[in-house]
């Protein structure tokens, strides 16, 4: 099949690149110029394993192509499937201006029937919002078309194989006609015994938002319990282990820690969270799980205070930038506000991550007080604390001896609980773990 992703961004160059894996001939429009450039190249503008070789392999076989011409991609294919930004307003809403913008372009260019496809994360409602769009600003034109919502729940890290071996897909449609695309879409997923939901556009919507925030509500009550086993001398691994053998629970995302971060969970907790109160429904399970979620950095850096008492003229080794392992994605990673509340304090930092460095570069300059570090034990180098921010492999396999001969002073404040505590303080550290004695 003919398919255009509009935007291409993490979720839009997954898709259409595993698309194109598929046996489907995809056009990516992207905004960005200089995206286009390098993809058409086969170079990946983002970081996430698999991808480049799967945009390599679609450019080889020459059934995936980028531009910037939306007109282009709109006259390409039937089925247009729209995976723009929504990034939060300052008020918490999502930002659907991107949305409107595809949606009017798209009736403009319009030339017969189009399937618009929102795999945007969006609010419930938008689809009734697209479709009025696009009747709008087909003005006299008289062209069919449906809008479905197809919410995307990959991964960043794992996003490729969250694509072509999903734990589910969901398709909200309002017609036949659009449902029998979708179906075949995705066929060669489904075929495989991958299941696919089909209900309607308002249910689609908000099963993205619910399954998001139930994650990010878990998080915030482990580190809630963590918190509770900091004070009574209990250990949260082992409170979060007995809970998961229950197969109610399940020991995924039941990782205390540095809280959640990235580009989806913090933004669709706050937009869920206006979404309930515009319609009167009570929100404070999820304003709870976001004030846990947002005392986190407060207590990894109380931790840091406990061990260095004051932090002016500090030399602290952050290591992490990313808000999580194998992505260099830095959206509101937890790093952003530890790297600002040093700064501010007057501490001089010593930065390493894998792959976010170059993101976390745009954002904070190097300068006197935070220089970049071409590896872990360059950070630490005459260090008096290490602070883990992100659970990279690399630095659960670091050669800890090696890290405390390089160390001013041997402390470690750990917001990831990447070591065991008996094994680190038996090598000499002084150990701050989260919710463990
Ligand atoms: N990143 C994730 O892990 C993830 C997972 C599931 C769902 N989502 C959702 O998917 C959506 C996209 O997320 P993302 O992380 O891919 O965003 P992103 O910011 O990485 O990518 C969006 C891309 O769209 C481009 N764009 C914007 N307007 C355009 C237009 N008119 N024409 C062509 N290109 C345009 C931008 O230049 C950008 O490259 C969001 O709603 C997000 O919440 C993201």
Redesign the pocket.
Known sequence: MKLTV???????LVSAAAFAHLGHEVLV????AE?VELLRRGVSPIYEPGLEELIKEGLSAGRLDFTTD?REGVKFSEVIFI????PSLPDGSADLS?VE??AR?TAKYMDGYKLLVN????PVGTHARVERTVRLYLKDKELPFDVASN??????GH?VKDFLEPDRIVVGVKSERARALLDEVYKPITEKGYPILFTDPASAEIIKYASNTFLATKISFINAVADLCEKVGADVESVAEGMGYDKRIGKEFLKAGLGWG???LP??TKAFIKTLEEHGVNAEILKGALKVNEERVDRLLSKLKEALWVLKGKKVAVWGLSFKPDTDDIREAPSLRVVRRLLEEEAFIRAYDPKATENFKKVFAEGERLKYCQSPYEAVKGAEALLILTEWDEFKRANLKKVKKLMELPVIVDGRNVYEPGEVRSLGFEYYPVGRP
Request: proline share 3%.
């Open positions: 509009i935007g291409g961004g993490y979720v839009g429009v992207e905004k960005l995206k939306l995976c723009v930004g929504t991107q913008e595809v372009l795999k945007s994360t969006v919410p995307e729940f990959l991964r960043e996003a990235g580009s989806c933004k669709d």
